[in-house]
């Protein structure tokens, strides 16, 4: 089980950081992948970090102001957002597959267990 929170009203320029909790799943084991859906838009895979050796891997549409991390010991995942667009308005999700020592992937049908998401508002 993923439980996404976090989420909250940012101005823009501001900074935010989700939680992804996991249960179920050895956190140290699996990618964790984030993902966004703004309003009518698919699903876009924006960030992951991998079970295998922890590197974190971006979209180009959010590198450099987007990272990842995780706590293998509070079973916990994070995204860590800086400088808040107004585009990155969206129910942010968090995501693992249903194998361990996968690839690093931004598809969402690579992803198996999801959460409900949290969502983030961008506004001045």
């Known amino acids: 089980q993923l439980v996404e929170s976090g989420g909250a009203l940012v101005q823009p320029g501001g900074s935010l950081s989700l939680s992804c909790a996991v249960s179920?799943?050895?956190?140290?084991?699996?990618?964790i992948g984030w993902f966004r859906q703004a309003p009518g838009k698919e699903r876009e895979g924006i960030s992951c970090?991998?079970?295998?050796?922890?590197?974190?891997h971006h979209a180009d549409s959010v590198q450099g102001r987007f990272s990842v991390s995780r706590d293998n010991a509070k079973k916990a995942a994070y995204l860590h957002i800086n400088n808040l667009k107004l585009e990155d308005t969206a129910v942010y999700y968090c995501?693992?597959?249903?194998?361990?020592?996968?690839?690093?992937?931004?598809?969402?049908?690579?992803?198996?267990?999801w959460g409900q998401g949290t969502q983030v508002f961008v506004s001045s």
């Open positions: 970090i991998s079970g295998r050796d922890g590197t974190q």
């Open positions: 179920g799943l050895s956190l140290a084991y699996y990618n």
């Open positions: 995501a693992a597959p249903l194998s361990p020592f996968s690839d690093c992937l931004f598809r969402p049908d690579q992803y198996h267990y």
